[in-house]
């Protein structure tokens, strides 16, 4: 192979690195930015609701003294996504308003938060 051969074909492998390496970055960067959201719905939830619906959907001592319902029961799962939203956003019973403090895509990644609930053991 000559001098001009050889380069080519360096050329032509390098180019092949670099087009693996930058579909390894697009996919690694559109994996973590679809990441964030679920962890960012958890911290939410533990910072906000854990104190008292528990940081697996079954309440506290301080959650049963209030009566929050269990977020893995029957009752709570199959209400809709626009209703658990509005319950969040307004409150009920004991449960304060959060529409003040929590921006409604947080509390949207709450509604469905709470869904994940239903697959855990009850």
């Known amino acids: 192979m000559t001098r001009v051969e ?3 074909k ?3 492998d390098r180019g092949w690195v670099f087009l693996v390496t930058v579909v390894l970055f697009v996919t690694n960067s559109l994996t973590a930015a679809a990441a964030p959201e679920a962890h960012s719905a958890r911290n939410v939830f533990n910072s906000t609701c854990a104190s008292c619906h528990g940081q697996n959907g079954i309440p506290s001592t301080v959650g ?3 009566d929050a319902p269990n977020l893995r029961s029957a009752a709570v799962q199959k209400q809709t996504t626009q209703q658990l939203q509005q319950i969040i956003s307004e409150g009920k019973g004991n449960m304060p308003p959060f529409k003040g ?3 409604d895509d947080q509390i949207s990644s709450l509604a469905s938060y ?3 609930f239903s697959k855990k053991a009850k």
Do not use: A, P
Request: no cysteine; net charge positive; proline share 0%.
């Open 6 to 8: 050889n380069i080519k």
């Open 10 to 12: 360096g050329v032509q």
């Open 64 to 66: 049963k003294s209030l």
């Open 101 to 103: 403090s929590l921006s």
């Open 114 to 116: 709470v869904r994940t």
